[in-house]
């Protein structure tokens, strides 16, 4: 054995490897996308990255079936959009182990809400666990790949943001040599039809009955005897701060949420004066407690919003005044990267004055001024649907200064259906697909219609405008994100037209190694008329001195011509590096 410095997610992966696991599938998003990233890299594992999560839960079920250990990941909205399959898995169990790896979000560091996974995990009937730190997230997922086979279930593991991005030392092992299942024809078992779900269904209940009772005997579960006057039962993350702020507390730390260890519990609290539930997001542990008749205290002294900390803890039971530093640093408001071809998109449709129904990814930004032109953002591909619900509740008279945006990866993630709804049902809107080639805003992961699997290997890139036409697009134009000129067009004739049309607005973010600028612009004082034009983009590249003197930050300069185009009296010009 040997000890390495891991990230959260790079020891799940591990873990991963160490249990056997031979296939896993997920879709990039933060704070979970390392997990695959890393997984990439043990040839023993095939690795892909699907379309959504939905697909990633459906090729971890059939490779289970197959008779193999299989996982797939995704982060807390991800599982909204797999928990048609996981509700089922649930009444069909495995025949290799398969493990959800799920990502929450508290703090809403990247995420359009907060959710909480445990509660999921109790309304699908589905194990849970949840790691403190890097070794325990290896351990863990070890650990959940034996229950699932043991118990016939798929097994969740939960992490958040603060577990996926902080490191620890960890133990390593030898990867395990898991033979396959054989495969056995079972309908009642895997054909969920109702006759069969009836069936499954009383299993899943006795199933949940037997983990309770056994969950107070898991290894994963960690009692800590100290001063019996005060005690926390707590997990994840949160234990962190009880060690930290409250050394001498006796602690009961669960590894498994769902179900809960009952007898462990009871004794805990048999045996502690006073007992405090330290759990971010919603009172899952505290409520089951309370519903046994044992009095504890949670949530009217701990909010159920954002990260918890080591100074709410000291707050709320040491009462300290804590004082929080001023920080009196600029605020940086979150903005497109100097070169982005979205920036080029929006300066178009903010000119014509058009209100786009917004998406999940860097495009976001384009709600915020002086772009102001994203006026929505609801969940994955619902920019698409919801100009389309605009349409028929206002009317084509209504929709003339709308648009909906949406970026190559998400499109093919969500947005399909979508665009197939617009045309079955006779919409006439403009939809904008943005594409620059990758999952731009989860770190530049490759997808379907980049030519490029996890692993690197060429493969074939699905031709959105091909795709577009076979859904019945008649109208469908390709134009390059910076020629400013042609999308005006374009956008003006779509926008009082009477047909659907898609415009496809291709070109690479600028942060692809594959893409590399050649010059830089640079301003020409004397003929800068300090108009103010080149300023509108909210290029950050671009500012303005106390004198009003325009500057272009040729460090940050990716060379895109936004800029030289827009200045009409040529005091913009391109210098080669």
Not at 280 to 298: A, C, D, F, M, R
Not at 424 to 439: A, F, Q
Request: charged share 25%; aromatic share 6%; proline share 5%.
């Amino acid at each position: 054995m040997s000890k390495k410095i891991m990230l959260g997610n790079e020891a799940i992966a591990r873990g991963v490897y160490e249990a056997g696991v031979k296939v896993a599938s997920a879709y990039p998003g933060t704070p979970s996308t390392e997990i695959l990233e890393n997984l990439a890299k043990y040839e023993e594992v095939y690795s892909e990255w699907a379309p959504n999560e939905k697909v990633a839960v459906e090729v971890a079920i059939g490779a289970s079936i197959s008779g193999v250990r299989s996982l797939a990941c995704m982060k807390h909205v991800g599982l909204n959009v797999a928990s048609d399959p996981l509700y089922t898995f649930a009444y069909t169990g495995v025949n290799g182990g398969s493990v959800l790896v799920v990502a929450d979000d508290p703090g809403l560091a990247s995420s359009q809400n907060e959710q909480d996974t445990r509660m999921i995990a109790r309304s699908s009937h589905v194990p849970l666990l949840e790691p403190s730190d890097s070794d325990e997230a290896l351990k863990f997922t070890k650990f959940a790949f034996e229950l699932s086979e043991k118990y016939d279930t798929p097994v969740i593991l939960r992490t958040t943001t603060k577990l996926s991005h902080s490191q620890s030392v960890v133990e390593l092992s030898e990867r395990q040599n898991v033979e396959d299942k054989p495969y056995e024809r079972n309908m009642a078992k895997y054909v969920m039809m109702p006759a069969s779900a009836i069936g499954r269904h009383k299993v899943v209940e006795a199933r949940e009955i037997q983990m309770q009772i056994d969950a107070s005997t898991f290894p994963i579960n960690k009692v800590e005897y100290n001063d019996k006057k005060v005690g926390f039962i707590t997990s994840g993350i949160p234990y962190q701060y009880v060690k930290e702020v409250m050394p001498n507390a006796s602690v009961l730390k669960l590894g498994i949420i769902n179900p809960l260890p009952k007898a462990l519990i009871e004794e805990f609290c048999k045996n502690v004066e006073t007992v405090y539930v330290f759990e971010e997001l919603e009172p899952v542990i505290e409520e089951q407690i309370k519903s046994w008749g044992i009095q504890v205290k949670g949530k009217e002294l701990f909010t159920k919003q954002g990260e918890y900390s080591a100074n709410m803890l000291k707050k709320a039971i040491l009462n300290e005044n804590i004082e929080i530093p001023t920080d009196d640093s600029p605020v940086r408001p979150p903005i497109l990267c100097p070169g982005c071809p979205h920036r080029s998109v929006f300066s178009v449709l903010n000119k014509l004055k058009i209100h786009a129904a917004g998406d999940i990814g860097c495009y976001t930004l384009g709600a915020v001024a002086p772009l102001s032109v994203i006026d929505s953002v609801i969940c994955m591909g619902s920019s698409i649907s919801s100009l389309h619900g605009i349409e028929k509740a206002k009317g084509k008279e209504f929709t003339k200064n709308w648009v909906a945006v949406i970026g190559d990866s998400t499109f093919l993630h969500t947005g399909i259906n979508s665009l197939i709804n617009m045309v079955y049902n006779k919409s006439t809107g403009t939809v904008m697909i943005l594409d620059n080639r990758t999952t731009g805003m989860t770190g530049h992961q490759e997808h379907a219609a980049t030519g490029k699997t996890l692993k690197g290997e060429e493969t074939y890139a699905i031709d959105l405008k091909a795709l577009c036409k076979s859904v019945g697009v008649n109208r469908v134009f390709e134009i390059d994100s910076f020629d400013t000129a042609l999308l005006e067009k374009a956008l003006k004739e779509s926008v009082n037209g009477n047909e659907l049309t898609v415009i496809i607005a291709k070109s690479p973010c600028v942060l692809l190694k594959s893409r590399k600028s050649t010059f830089y612009c640079e301003i020409d004082q004397e003929k800068c008329k300090k108009c103010g034009m080149c300023l509108k983009p909210a290029c950050p590249a671009i500012t303005k001195d106390e004198n009003g003197n325009v500057k272009i930050d040729t460090f940050m300069c990716n060379g895109c011509e936004l800029c030289f185009g827009i200045c009409k009296f040529g005091a913009i010009k391109k210098v080669e590096k």
